[in-house]
């Protein structure tokens, strides 16, 4: 099978047993760089020598197919530079193609720094997405963060910090100034830091330059007031659907916050 092996995202303490385990039995490596996958079993004391073999965004297409036949005989293990192969690293293609082909899929959980950042932040955590990478140009960014104008889960990016305070300052220009927001430099490692304050003062702050991997966790768009008005009519045109008034009332009140039994009155009002 294809077993994608999560790998620690800067501290090698943090590699499970089970890795180490799967890594001293492995006969065959599939590494985002076979050069930092040769140093972390050198880093994990792991003795066994894997036949290993890279597999990364330019060529991951082309060698899904015969990875996936590989790993009818015998298990391929896929490791990315750090973190969970498939979240904004190669594996995605050869886990598509294995689906595809009736091949296993497992994974070894462990770090993830989408998670880690998310759970530092302070920033809501029971929804959330996340948007791997902004657009590398200001105008695309801008589109990309007009259509997340609205969206009321937490927002988890990944940045590059070359592209950092131009980025902090565009969620400033496009989301408000005051959307709070939290910068994780470096999570897990000697130097870790984490920032928190609004776009605008973290975009200041990273205008005098950062270093290190970056991930960035924004605060959702805060509940607009609803309008009763508008919030009957959903209730009527739910009815006209077919909904009994009790349930459209209850269904209408959740999503806009209003009271159940008030949007059930000024429904009924309406209709006699």
């Not at 932040?121 to 200001?138: A, M, N, V, Y």
């Not at 960014?141 to 997340?148: C, E, P, V």
Request: glycine share 8%; net charge negative.
């Amino acid at each position: 099978m294809i077993i994608l092996a999560a790998t620690p995202i800067g501290n090698l303490g943090d590699a499970s047993r089970r890795l180490v385990e799967v890594l001293e039995e492995a006969t065959v490596v599939a590494a985002e760089d076979t050069r930092v996958a040769q140093r972390l079993l050198a880093g994990l004391g792991v003795s066994n020598r894997p036949r290993l073999i890279a597999v990364h965004d330019h060529n991951e297409r082309d060698r899904a197919a015969d990875l996936v036949e590989l790993a009818r005989d015998q298990d391929v293990v896929l490791l990315s530079d750090a973190g969970m192969p498939t979240v904004s690293d190669p594996g995605f293609h050869l886990v598509e193609a294995a689906a595809a082909a009736g091949v296993g899929v497992t994974a070894l959980p462990g770090p993830s720094a989408v998670l880690t950042a998310l759970a530092v932040s302070g920033l809501p955590t029971d929804r959330f997405t996340f948007e791997g990478f902004l657009p590398r140009k200001q105008g695309e960014r801008h589109t990309a963060l007009r259509a997340l104008a609205a969206e009321a889960r937490t927002m988890v990016f990944f940045e590059s910090p070359n592209r950092l305070a131009a980025s902090l300052a565009d969620i400033a220009t496009v989301l408000g100034d005051d959307r709070r927001v939290v910068v994780c430099r470096e999570l897990t490692k000697l130097y870790e830091e984490v920032r928190r304050g609004t776009a605008a003062e973290l975009a200041a702050w990273a205008a005098e330059g950062v270093r290190g991997e970056i991930v960035v966790v924004v605060a959702g768009a805060p509940a607009r007031a609803a309008d009763p008005e508008a919030a009957v009519e959903q209730v009527l045109a739910l009815v006209a659907a077919g909904t009994r008034l009790k349930d459209a009332a209850a269904e209408v009140a959740e999503a806009t916050g209003l009271g159940k039994r008030d949007l059930y009155q000024a429904a009924l009002a309406r209709r006699s």
